[in-house]
């Protein structure tokens, strides 16, 4: 993909696009609309594996360390892993790591909103999710290590006291 973007001649669909452009028409128009499917294709693809991979390597470990407990679960008795949360939201945690592998070069593209054919390539609940996660690790862990400042994340209950006063 990244060949691609770059326009790089040893990709091969640009390659053929390039070619497509010094062919007589009709023969112009057809390789130049071949050239479009395969990338769509391929986008489609690539679409494919990050949804499989999202579910599995981000979805997942938030549902299981992560969703049941408070903050992300007000209802919740039990407080999340400050662990579990440091590992999923540092910079290089497990969001991160996926953004940086693999959502990255599409946002960072503009690819991230639809494919020519008028469909979502990257959904945008989760670049609304994604802009949410980056908020969290602005708050948490910016300009500081995690071990010189501990997470300031404390849950407080307060109650009414009888404040009569003898």
């Known amino acids: 993909m990244q060949l691609r973007l770059d326009q790089n001649s040893s990709d091969p669909i640009f390659a053929t696009r390039q070619m497509a452009k010094t062919l ?3 023969l112009n128009r057809w ?3 071949l050239t479009d499917q395969a990338w769509h294709v391929v986008m489609v693809e690539a679409v494919h594996y990050m949804e499989v991979d999202w579910r599995d390597s981000v979805v997942k470990p938030f549902n299981e360390q992560l969703a049941n407990n408070y903050p992300f679960n007000p209802r919740s008795a039990q407080d999340a892993s400050l662990d579990a949360f440091e590992r999923f939201f540092k910079p290089d945690g497990i969001l991160d790591t996926f953004y940086q592998q693999n959502l990255k ?4 593209n503009d690819l991230s ?3 020519g054919d008028n469909n979502v390539i990257i959904r945008e609940d989760i670049i609304a999710q994604l802009e949410t996660a980056q908020k969290i690790r602005d708050i948490f862990f910016s300009n500081r290590t995690v071990w010189e400042h501990p ?3 404390k849950r407080y209950r307060f109650q009414a006291i009888n404040a009569a006063v003898y």
């Not at 070069?105 to 960072?108: E, S």
């Open 151 to 153: 997470l300031p994340w």
């Open 113 to 115: 909103l639809e494919d």
């Open 31 to 33: 390789v130049g609309r």
């Open 24 to 26: 007589p028409a009709p």
């Open 105 to 108: 070069l599409f946002i960072d």
